[in-house]
């Protein structure tokens, strides 16, 4: 990271356990907005009632498992539709 990287006083704050919920597709108020690029698209597919990504990928057709474009600290986010 020293070699490419900028220093950035707030990369990532995320831990492991961290919840986050998007209410009408839209992104969580905490959420970092490069890993929300990265689910985004899936977020809101879920939000209007879509799943089944990539012709049954996922064991629950309502979720999908993404994770963060950033390659210095990447993290996986587990989504799903709740009621």
């Not at 707030?10 to 108020?29: N, W, Y």
């Not at 977020?43 to 799943?51: Q, Y």
């Amino acid at each position: 990271m020293k070699k490419y990287e900028n220093p950035i006083e707030h990369a990532c704050t995320l831990k492991e356990g961290d919840v986050f919920i998007s209410m009408d597709g839209q992104r969580p108020e905490t959420m970092c907005e490069s890993a929300w690029g990265s689910m985004e698209s899936f977020v809101k597919e879920l939000a209007n009632g879509g799943g089944n990504f990539y012709d049954g990928w996922m064991k629950n057709p309502n979720s999908a498992m993404i994770s963060c474009n950033d390659g210095f600290r990447p993290v996986s986010f587990y989504i799903e539709t709740i009621e």
